[in-house]
């Protein structure tokens, strides 16, 4: 069988100790540092992608309403090119005087 290992359990639960820290305060700061980097970009990435969900939203509804605008201008253009039709031909057929002198 393996011996067991002593465990030593202490109250820090940073990998640095105090008296570590002050014998080398640059090591215990650059920690720190790495650690407060760490938690900064965490966060950054949250919010991130918070933005490109409501991104999403906003340009599926823009395209909504794009869509509807497009549909609209369609119908306009139907309508349009079917009065066209008949006015030109009950100018044809001499049905409209004309008021121009």
């Known amino acids: 069988m393996a011996a067991k290992k002593d465990v ?3 109250a820090n639960p940073l990998p640095i100790s105090f008296s570590q820290f002050s014998k080398d305060p640059i090591k215990g700061t650059m920690f720190l ?9 965490v966060d950054i990435r ?10 999403d939203a906003r340009i599926t509804n823009l395209e909504y309403k794009d869509s509807l605008k497009t549909q609209a201008l369609i119908e306009c253009k139907t309508a349009l090119s079917s009065t066209t039709t ?16």
């Open 33 to 41: 540092v790495i650690i407060g980097i760490t938690v900064l970009y």
């Open 8 to 10: 030593n359990v202490s």
């Open 86 to 101: 008949k006015l030109e031909t009950l100018d044809a057929m001499g049905a409209i005087k004309s008021s121009v002198k």
């Open 46 to 55: 949250g919010n991130f992608n918070n933005q490109i969900n409501s991104q």
